[in-house]
């Protein structure tokens, strides 16, 4: 399940790519609740978050450029209000206090957007013989989409939490979630938070 970052805080990735960051921060709340929930039933939960390496040898120079075309003219390493943008170490690279993960629970460090490529999130899962995944976090339409179809593609069943998941702008999530549904179900199924919820509680109680 992927989680928040402080990309999404004041000051943090997002904010200096020129993006009003409120509805990414709204969902806070209810991806609390499906922590705790999670974490009551016992199970396993894995947190991700994209990053470099301080010398950005992860980084590509397309990448790079990419990053720079905003408003802010900043982008990946360049110094922000916390700390070098995206760069593994730095504040703006820690998980947001509210959704802090556990001391036994996994961090994802990616230097992209999937979850998958370049990391070996596929190695813990298939050690533990995951083979459903509940997929939460932002944003929508680059990260948790990008996971989601890597996951799909390497024969894991997704649930994406739609209410749980935000983007920079409300059509971008909108759209994502639609093509998740697309033909049967194309990369997964969707749910709402409450109804993933009550059934992960009636599982332990």
């Known amino acids: 399940m992927p989680s928040r970052k402080t990309v999404c805080e004041p000051g943090g990735y997002l904010e200096q790519q020129g993006y009003d960051i409120s509805a990414t921060r709204a969902i806070i709340p209810k991806l609390q609740r499906l922590l705790n929930a999670f974490r009551a039933a016992g199970f396993p939960v894995y947190h991700t978050r994209e990053g470099h390496r301080p010398d950005l040898s992860t980084l590509s120079t397309r990448e790079l450029a990419r990053s720079r075309n905003n408003p802010s003219g900043l982008g990946i390493g360049d110094a922000g209000p916390l700390g070098r943008l995206l760069v593994r170490g730095e504040g703006g690279h820690f998980t947001i206090h509210e959704l802090f993960p556990l001391e036994l629970e996994p961090v994802i460090d990616k230097p992209g957007r999937g979850a998958f490529a370049h990391t070996d999130f596929e190695l813990l899962l298939r050690l533990r013989g995951i083979k459903n995944l509940v997929i939460a976090g932002v944003t929508t339409d680059v990260c948790v989409s990008t996971t989601m179809r890597e996951a799909n593609d390497r024969g ?50």
């Open 156 to 205: 894991f069943d997704c649930l994406l939490v739609s209410d749980a998941c935000a983007a920079a702008e409300p059509g971008l999530h909108d759209a994502t979630v639609e093509s998740v549904r697309m033909e049967g179900g194309i990369f997964g199924a969707t749910a709402v938070c409450q109804d993933v919820v009550g059934v992960v509680e009636k599982s332990w109680r």
